[in-house]
């Protein structure tokens, strides 16, 4: 066999899927399981939760603090009857794998990972899943503290009108945006106003 360094990564893993096809066979119907357990979970909390009334609320019945609730007991279940056992499974399963690999093996996927961490350290991250659950977070509190959490989405003024059409959805989330910026990126400002002052103007001097 070739060096490790010197094997794609497509060569590579086909090697390795050829040498264990039985584990990764165990591994693919594992995460076939997953996912079935994971949609049946779904179904399983839509048609037995009292929030949403057992999948027969319309969306004008809706609130956002009935939303945030909603996702946040669905990751919960899902971590109970699908997160929590996957993790034993492939944690037990992987490390009695891992032991009874000969030592020459296992000095090829430690080489292998350890390239792969190098290569990935020289490429920027994007971040932007975090940036979108904290972009969310505070759309929250800005509803919040415009007192409409509570609020039905279908629910009407005295005068028949929406009190939250889609537009007010659109704005609060630029006004959010817009805060999120000036609550940020004014202190992101003066930190590089100072760096700039007493490091990198310095060193240009």
Not at 157 to 180: A, E, H, K, R, V
Request: aromatic letters at 18%.
């Amino acid at each position: 066999m070739a060096n490790n360094e010197e094997l794609s990564d497509e060569v590579f893993w086909k090697n390795k899927i050829k040498e264990h096809w039985k584990t990764f066979a165990i591994m693919i119907a594992a995460g076939i399981c997953v996912m079935i357990g994971a949609l049946l979970v779904v179904i399983w909390f839509i048609e037995t939760s009292t929030l949403g009334g057992m999948g027969e609320w319309t969306f004008n019945d809706w609130t956002l603090n009935y939303v945030v609730g909603f996702i946040i007991l669905i990751i919960l279940w899902e971590l109970l009857f699908v997160g929590i056992p996957t993790g034993l499974f492939f944690g037990i399963g992987g490390y009695l794998w891992w032991r009874r690999l000969p030592d020459e093996e296992k000095q090829e996927f430690k080489d292998r990972d350890k390239k792969e961490k190098e290569h990935k350290g020289l490429k920027t991250g994007g971040g932007g899943g975090g940036f979108g659950l904290v972009m969310f977070i505070a759309f929250c509190m800005y509803v919040a503290i415009d007192g409409k959490y509570n609020t039905k989405f279908g629910a009407l003024n005295q005068f028949g009108d929406p009190i939250m059409p889609y537009s007010y959805f659109i704005y609060s989330w630029l006004l959010t945006f817009m805060w999120m910026i000036i609550v940020l990126g004014i202190p992101a400002g003066i930190v590089l106003l100072i760096v700039y002052f007493t490091v990198w103007r310095k060193k240009t001097v």
